[in-house]
């Protein structure tokens, strides 16, 4: 099991930018994948955006892409989303998720993943 603790978020008016952080305890996480969710109000969790483990390829989904940016520090075993020009419908719970086991492939379920984050408020306004 591998613990998740989020950081980052808050309010930021529209095309701002924001960057949400998670760290990740025990062994480095290179080999794992990495997805980060998002449950806005009255909605289902949605997944945004994963990379791979090991070659580390990412994929958003298109209503984020070219705003935002997964990334991961293996030294310090910390996974970011770098959020760009944010939009009111950005605004949500965001969750970072990692899963430690059979991690080659970008996972966009969250029954892709055991690990999750606690969640963190982003909130975008008009």
């Known amino acids: 099991q591998v613990h998740l603790v989020q950081s980052g978020g808050g309010l930021v008016q529209a095309g701002g930018s924001l960057r949400l952080s998670c760290a990740a305890s025990?062994?480095?996480?290179?080999?794992?994948?990495i997805g980060w969710f998002r449950r806005a109000p009255g909605k289902e969790r949605e997944f945004v955006a994963s990379m791979s483990g090991y070659e580390a390829i990412t994929y958003l989904i298109d209503s984020v892409k070219g705003r935002f940016t997964i990334a991961r520090d293996t030294a310090k075993n910390i996974l970011y989303l770098q959020m760009n020009n944010l939009k009111p419908e950005d605004t949500a719970v965001y969750y970072c998720?990692?899963?430690?086991?059979?991690?080659?492939?970008?996972?966009?379920?969250?029954?892709?993943?055991?690990?999750w984050g606690q969640g963190t408020q982003v909130t975008v306004s008009s």
């Open positions: 025990g062994r480095t996480f290179s080999m794992y994948a």
């Open positions: 998720a990692l899963r430690s086991y059979d991690s080659r492939d970008i996972y966009t379920s969250v029954h892709d993943y055991n690990n």
